[in-house]
């Protein structure tokens, strides 16, 4: 067999091994707005889970009781080095610091310490509730409000989806409340790989033709329009509202973030095979 067709074989190979450790419709991550039982765990709006669809059961990932007081987690996204970014309906308090309903913080879960601040609410100038968060690919952040509001000049509403540049420091309109049948309140978002969305809403809700309830998470495909369930709410033992919703991220989603180790050793392991393959060509030759 020559390089070449070794080569094309073993990327083939590589492709599998690396989409294996991106995210699937077989994980997700979850909270919601009242105590909730899903895959055999009893869980409080102040906590959120892990979700695997295979064995159809659920892990805590964070831990309410963690909060000095009972909370709401109303927006969470798990970054590739197992932290989690989250913001709490009301003013809390979480490894000893201090945060706002506006503010998206950091936090370690190993270490019970809020690694900062990722967004405050003092860059709005006014009182806002980020109820939903999440970042893309290149690192931009995604959010939703409780209400809508005016910032820099830039104006949404509480069922638009807005993109801040934080380098740039430029506010976009990424996913508009007109798409909806109706006007609805998002509350939660995950940015996927190729700009799609998952989205919840506050209420039943009809985007890309399907109608969607307060529990289910829909899929919004950033081409077309259309949408498919995600996560159905039947799989809850009552019908609590999903107000945060993440999944696993590629390792290199997140900028400044280190890859996480086994997908690295699936690369090291990949360039050692592609010398190993193109030094029995160049022996054979």
């Not at 039982?37 to 805590?60: E, I, K, M, R």
């Not at 996204?77 to 913080?105: K, P, Q």
């Not at 498919?228 to 290199?252: H, K, M």
Request: hydrophobic share 45%; proline share 3%; with cysteine.
């Amino acid at each position: 067999m020559g390089f070449t067709k070794q080569f094309l074989m073993f990327s083939c190979c590589l492709a599998v091994l690396l989409l294996g450790a991106t995210a699937s419709a077989d994980s997700i991550y979850l909270s919601t707005n009242a105590q909730e039982t899903l895959g055999g765990l009893t869980f409080q709006a102040d906590d959120a889970v892990h979700y695997d669809s295979v064995s159809n059961s659920s892990t805590l990932s964070f831990d309410g009781a963690n909060f000095t007081a009972a909370e709401n987690v109303d927006a969470l996204h798990v970054l590739a080095n197992g932290n989690l970014l989250l913001s709490a309906a009301t003013l809390a308090e979480l490894g000893g610091v201090t945060f706002n309903d506006g503010d998206v913080i950091e936090y370690n879960p190993l270490t019970n310490m809020v690694v900062g601040t990722v967004m405050a609410e003092s860059f709005f100038g006014v009182d806002v509730d980020i109820d939903a968060f999440s970042v893309t690919m290149d690192g931009n952040y995604l959010f939703s409000t409780r209400s809508g509001h005016n910032t820099l000049g830039f104006i949404w509403e509480d069922g638009d989806v807005v993109q801040y540049d934080p380098i740039a420091g430029v506010l976009s309109l990424y996913f508009d409340e007109d798409l909806f049948a109706t006007g609805e309140d998002i509350n939660g978002i995950h940015a996927m790989d190729d700009g799609s969305l998952l989205i919840t809403t506050t209420s039943a809700a009809t985007l890309g033709g399907n109608l969607f309830r307060d529990g289910d998470v829909a899929l919004w495909n950033i081409v077309d329009g259309s949408t498919t369930l995600f996560f159905n709410e039947d799989l809850f033992s009552n019908s609590a509202q999903i107000d945060g919703v993440s999944l696993n991220p590629p390792p290199n989603a997140i900028p400044n973030v280190v890859p996480e180790p086994g997908t690295w050793g699936l690369f090291g392991a990949a360039l050692a095979g592609l010398v190993a393959l193109r030094a029995r060509s160049r022996k054979s030759a």
